[in-house]
């Protein structure tokens, strides 16, 4: 088992050196909900994205497109509030006229609970990605994962089983993710024998993805998941409580 897990954190390591857990936001795979990590959380993580998960336009260069990794850091200072710093890498040519990963996107990240799940009522989530750029700036770079969504999420327990069903509307203004323009969902399942780990199906408006997630040692988030049963995208997150709270899982 020890040696799994050393050469499980060694693939990741190599793989990027990282919904929304790619940006670092608490979500699905790459669907919002309306969770909220614990008050006082702050996160920092790496994950590798495989070409079909991005945008189709912008790993679409020199012919081919092209998988890419990102990192992030990411802080709950309310219980009713995330925020997220993103940059993703992208291929472009570099000062000595060689194609390689020298370029960058950086977007803000934001959510909102404005209403929390009660016994009777699903949680309500607000939120977008690169919400204040233009959709083209001065530089020629365009804001590649701009969206803006609402989330409602509704956990049911049976036998210390959780079972979580999700619902969200997307709205992305580029045409080149169109495909992920509108309804979206999923549901999420904690067994009883392993409260830190999440098996995940999503629906992402074009896609069906498939994942698990686990929380190892209290401190490590890591996250394996296919994309239409396919292309893997996944990655590892460090998580501590800057309150000294306990996961709320």
């Not at 060689?98 to 609970?113: H, I, L, P, T």
């Not at 365009?142 to 709205?171: C, D, P, S």
């Amino acid at each position: 088992m020890k040696k799994f897990l050393f050469c499980l954190l060694c693939c990741v390591y190599w793989n990027v050196m990282q919904a929304q857990e790619y940006s670092g936001i608490t979500g699905m795979i790459h669907v919002p909900t309306a969770e909220m990590a614990t008050e006082g959380e702050a996160r920092a993580g790496v994950f590798f994205l495989n070409q079909e998960f991005l945008p189709s336009n912008l790993f679409y260069q020199y012919g081919h497109k092209h998988n890419t990794t990102n990192h992030f850091l990411a802080i709950t200072p309310f219980s009713w509030l995330e925020l997220a710093y993103v940059c993703t890498l992208y291929k472009g040519i570099d000062q000595y006229g060689e194609v390689g990963f020298s370029r960058k996107d950086r977007y803000f990240a934001v959510k909102v609970r404005p209403l929390k799940e009660g016994k009777w009522w699903p949680a309500i989530a607000i939120g977008a990605q690169d919400p204040g750029r233009t959709m083209e700036d001065p530089n020629g770079d365009f804001a590649y994962f701009q969206n803006f969504y609402i989330a409602a999420t509704k956990h049911f327990a049976w036998k210390r089983h959780e079972l979580g069903v999700h619902l969200a509307y997307r709205y992305y203004r580029s045409d080149f993710n169109v495909k992920w323009r509108g309804i979206a969902g999923g549901i999420t399942y904690r067994p009883a024998f392993a409260k830190n780990l999440r098996a995940v199906v999503e629906y992402t408006g074009n896609d069906i993805n498939i994942g698990v997630d686990y929380l190892l040692w209290r401190y490590f988030f890591l996250q394996a998941s296919l994309q239409n049963g396919q292309y893997f995208t996944g990655g590892l997150c460090f998580k501590i409580n800057l309150l000294g709270k306990k996961n709320a899982n």
